[in-house]
């Protein structure tokens, strides 16, 4: 069996576990009953996981990367007239978001936010206010960018008291912090194969209000990612998706899901997340960095640390960390130079004392 060489301190792909990688060493047919029946399982697997009102939602498989998966439900969601999406954002992900939309032609109000700080709910409930047009609104849950946590359940309560449909990505959240979309009120929740579950690259998902799907038949701006009829597919053939598969990531995805009830479910992986991230915190502030985002709005899925001086050199840091066993992530904020360091994935609390004693003797020279 290969062995890794090194961690991956990163918000996806992340470090898996064994049985996890060893899951792909078989090759599945996408037609047979044995594929189907697997992805029946995780289809079923993760409304469970996304709320107690299963009978309200249906999960929703889709090839790509996350942001396929975003960009299927804005191009499939927003009605072709008369459609205009509220944009609340403070990061990159939140403005790939903005980027989404104006490719595909689709009106957007964006409410921005410093990258610093949470959405500003009170922001938001203006343009909902003033702004008859908007439809739909979206935010992002955990902005990967900067590692901050969206009010996503006051934002969707919101948008909800002005009759609108609610979208989240929750891409680096799902699986790693207790949501509950029927009571969050989210109609369109999207989250991928390799971020709090743990498997491995190769799809997104979307965990999707039933009633709200059906209303988006024949709505779709692109055929591959066309989120309804790849529904109805999934829903009429028991499991079966509209063009190839990613088989071996699907099989790897059902281990991550049974390692994840393995560990304790949701709450048990949120706490081994936030002793990471606690641990990773304290070890840093001793190593003489700051992190950026203030802790009343810090996830424990990934950290933003400032450059500790003008003389840091973040590529020496880098691979210094990465002789030692370990790969962290460079910055993505604009006003501000940082680097990140991620939580998520097979990494336990004396993974991120290893490494904090690592930094120490970089510092240390
Ligand atoms: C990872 C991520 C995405 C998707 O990015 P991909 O590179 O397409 O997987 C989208 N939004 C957020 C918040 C993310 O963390």
């Known amino acids: 069996m290969l062995k890794n060489e090194y961690l991956l301190l990163t918000p996806g792909p992340l470090s898996t576990t064994s049985r996890v990688r060893e899951a792909m060493q078989l090759d599945l047919c996408t037609w047979d009953d044995d594929y189907l029946e697997l992805v029946q399982s995780i289809r079923e697997a993760l409304v469970t996981l996304a709320t107690k009102d299963t009978a309200s939602y249906t999960a929703v498989l889709m090839q790509g990367s996350g942001t396929f998966g975003v960009e299927s439900v804005i191009g499939s969601v927003m009605p072709k007239e008369s459609g205009k999406l509220l ?11 903005a980027e989404i939309a104006d490719v ?53 309560a919101l948008a909800k008291t002005y009759e609108k449909t609610t979208i989240v990505d929750a891409m680096s959240s799902f699986g790693g912090i207790e949501i509950d979309v029927a009571e969050w009120k989210i109609d369109f929740l999207i989250s991928s194969a390799n971020k709090c579950i743990q498997g491995v ?33 999934m829903e009429e053939r028991q499991g079966k998706w509209r063009y190839t598969s990613p088989t071996h990531t699907v099989r790897a995805f059902k281990q991550a899901l049974l390692e994840l009830e393995e560990e304790g479910g949701v709450q048990a992986r949120f706490a081994r997340y936030t002793q990471n991230q606690k641990t990773l915190v304290h070890g840093m502030t001793q190593n003489g960095f700051t992190p950026y985002i203030d802790e009343a709005h810090q996830s424990p899925m990934i950290t933003s640390f400032i450059y500790p001086n003008e003389s840091f050199d973040f590529n020496e840091f880098y691979n210094r960390l990465k002789t030692e066993g370990f790969v962290i992530y460079p910055g993505k904020v604009s006003e501000k130079e940082t680097f990140r360091i991620g939580n998520i994935g097979d990494v336990y609390p004396h993974d991120i004392e290893r490494l904090v004693e690592a930094v120490k003797q970089y510092i240390n020279g």
Do not use: M
């Not at 944009?87 to 978001?97: M, S």
């Not at 009106?107 to 203006?126: F, G, L, S, W």
């Open 201 to 233: 690259p190769g799809f997104s998902f979307i965990i999707a209000n039933k009633e709200n799907l059906q209303a988006c038949k024949g709505q779709a701006r692109s055929l591959s990612l066309d989120l309804y009829d790849q529904w109805k597919t």
């Open 87 to 97: 944009i609340a954002t403070n990061g990159a992900y939140g403005d790939r978001i």
């Open 104 to 156: 595909l032609g689709i009106e957007t109000v964006v409410c921005r936010a410093e990258q610093q700080k949470p959405i500003d709910v009170n922001a938001v409930e203006q343009l909902l206010k003033t702004d008859r047009d908007i439809t739909h609104t979206i935010v992002v849950h955990c902005e990967t960018t900067t590692g901050i946590l969206n009010p996503v359940k006051e934002v969707c």
